[in-house]
């Protein structure tokens, strides 16, 4: 899957305007700035795929990539990211909104990577996403980002502290992965659990 180029398809401001459901889809979300674009760029193999910023809440679409000259079709979705934002409320709200109705309703999505900042572990403003995850009865997947950034002490604590919250919502899937754009940590267990997947629906 990660062998072959990937290409940027779509950015969707309306559920109206999604591509057909005919193909699994993986989703990437987190806080605003938690490194959703570079987690993206580092799997795929490709600097610039999605796009980065230093400003909070620069995501404010639902952003779909595929391979070429590959197999199996599948998307790869970039979410818009939830908490703090510099953009205007009413802005927000729409694409708040908008990520809310494809998470609760979208038939081909497959798993939610869920990312969570390793420098902070998980906030309320994430606990709210895994109970309206639980509700929908998505399955989600929590990916802690930056790990380059921690002491190796606190990130074993910080997976022990995340496995326990973990337990008590029945949408989570319990393996959590670790990772780091910077240092291409973990990048590759990110890719095997996704070409893992898709050879299961395949």
Known sequence: MFKHPWKYIISVHHLKDLPDADRPEYAFVGRSNVGKSSLLNAVTKQKGLAKTSSTPGRTQALNFFEPTSYKSKLYLVDLPGYGFAKAPKNVVKN???????????????HRL???????????????????????????????????????????????????????????????????SSQKNKGINTVQRTLEEMQKCLT
Do not use: N
Not at 96 to 109: E, H, N, S, V
Not at 123 to 129: A, G, W
Not at 145 to 160: A, M, N, R, V
């Open 95 to 109: 694409w708040q909104a908008l990520l809310k109705d494809y998470l609760r309703g979208r038939p081909t999505l």
């Open 113 to 179: 990577f869920l990312l969570v900042d390793s420098r902070h572990g998980l906030k309320k403003v994430d606990e709210e996403i895994l109970m309206m995850l639980d509700e929908a009865a998505v399955t989600y997947q929590v990916v802690l980002t930056k790990i380059d950034k921690i002491k190796e002490s606190s990130l074993k604590y910080l997976c022990e502290k995340t496995t326990e919250i973990l337990k008590k919502h029945p949408a989570a899937f319990p393996e959590i992965l670790a990772t």
